[in-house]
């Protein structure tokens, strides 16, 4: 059996550890197995640059951070657009799977790796998908690889703006990975102690923000701590569609809320406020222990799928229990926080606001 396998869009702990209990599997119950690792994602897979794996070469991964294969992102609206040789991406992803006479391609990755999978699947290549993200957004699974990691770095990050923010009687506003949706900052956020949520799921009334900061200091409170996941937006800007608001953003100079949000504190209160952007160390580093051990369930769960020739899923997590999922059920989906989740029902049971105008709150 030949097999090929990628790891697409943005890294994240995990991605190794994955990879070995996949090859420790198939190495152990597939007759003549040949692994293909395509280099950088699909990109390997569409310009054919690869490298012959052996078993020995995914010894030592489980604590790797990164992914030995490297990653590289492709945007799945450019997938089937032609070039001037009326060939697309997918034409040439393709043509290199039938070349090399794949019998499967395992492709590790995000919402838009999922996509891609699925558009490959329906063009007749034999799939299976594994889920990578730190954001936790791909339907259908409880949890994704590489969550877990990037929240206990995220929550460390967190819980040391508090000695900081004590000691000069700030308002800090941390900023967390999250284009799209807020789990990795509703999960540090609260287990990092911060006083308000803010994420895209939720738009944020910038008076609320205000008067809540207000009402800690009056109450006592000597700093207050805001976690707000990058893709935050307030109740205006939610009402604009994706290209305004970017454009809005590029002409005040702005990539995220974060900044010119801070700026809105301390003029209102007076009070010296202060942003940290933790960025790529989300995405570093080794998987923590629970990544390790559903790395190893998800990894060694895609080998068994590719023994039994089960093509066209992707390995999901649900109910505490390894499954999977079509990948034409789930690609193009996004798991977004439901704003009545119980996460957030209990961060705002312990006093924790997201920021909601009064007549929002539930």
Known sequence: MKIGILTSGGDCPGLNAVMRAFAKYVCSHIEDVKIIGFLNGYTGLIEREYEILEEKDFENLLLAGGTMLGSKRQPFKQITVS???????????????????????????????????????????????????????????????????????????????????????????????????????????????????????IPYDENAVIAFLEKRRREGARYSIVAIAEGAVSVEEAKLKRKEMAALRAARGETTATERLARAIEEKTGVETRTQVIGYLQRGGSPNPYDRAICTLMGSYAGELAEKKKFGVTVALSGGKVTYNSLADIAGKTKSVPPAHQMVKAAKAVGISFGESENKKE
């Open 83 to 201: 070039d001037g040789n009326n060939r697309s991406k997918l034409d040439k992803m393709k043509e290199t799977y039938e070349k090399l006479g794949l019998d499967c391609l395992v492709t590790l990755g995000g919402a838009g790796t999922h996509k891609t999978a699925a558009l490959l699947a329906s063009e007749g290549c034999k799939v299976i998908g594994l889920p990578k993200t730190i954001d936790n957004d791909i339907w259908g699974t409880d949890v994704t690889f590489g969550f877990s990691s990037a929240m206990e770095i995220a929550t460390e990050c967190i819980d040391r703006m508090h000695s900081t923010a004590a000691s000069h009687g700030r308002i800090m506003l941390v900023e967390v990975m999250g284009n799209k949706v807020g789990w990795l900052t509703l999960y540090a956020g609260i287990a990092g102690g911060a006083n308000m949520i803010l994420i895209p799921e």
